[in-house]
């Protein structure tokens, strides 16, 4: 959302972002904005994740509780190629197959 003002005292404040622009007529004039939110990361691998919705927090609260986070294990934290590698580390563990200390030590944490 962008607001256009010509520095009303309610948009002087450092929530919003400022952005300069010259106007065909050319004059420069401030344009106001809202700051946006970056983009959710997986915590192992740092690639963007899918179904979290980027925003400000009022509009992150107006959503209902399954808008927010994916309904699934680790949803919202880790990506799926990770979700899948930790349950089937957790299953091995699990049956027998493999031992806790043969899991990688970043990952133990997700058992």
């Keep these: 959302m962008e607001i256009k003002t010509s520095g009303r005292p309610m948009h002087s404040t450092f929530s919003m972002k400022r952005v300069?622009?010259?106007?065909?007529?050319?004059?420069?004039?401030?344009?106001?904005?809202y700051k946006t939110h970056s983009k959710?990361?997986?915590?192992l691998c740092?690639?963007?994740?899918?179904?979290?919705p980027r925003g400000?927090?009022?509009e992150i609260r107006k959503l209902s509780k399954c808008e927010r986070?994916?309904?699934?294990?680790?949803?919202g934290m880790l990506c799926s190629k990770d979700t899948r590698m930790i349950i089937s580390y957790r299953a091995k563990v699990r049956h027998g197959e493999m031992k806790k200390e043969d899991v990688p030590l970043s990952l133990r944490g997700y058992l």
């Design 40 to 43: 959710h990361t997986c915590a």
């Design 56 to 58: 400000r927090p009022i």
């Design 46 to 52: 740092k690639k963007e994740l899918a179904g979290k």
């Design 20 to 33: 300069i622009v010259r106007t065909p007529g050319g004059r420069l004039v401030e344009h106001f904005g």
């Design 69 to 75: 986070n994916p309904v699934r294990p680790f949803g």
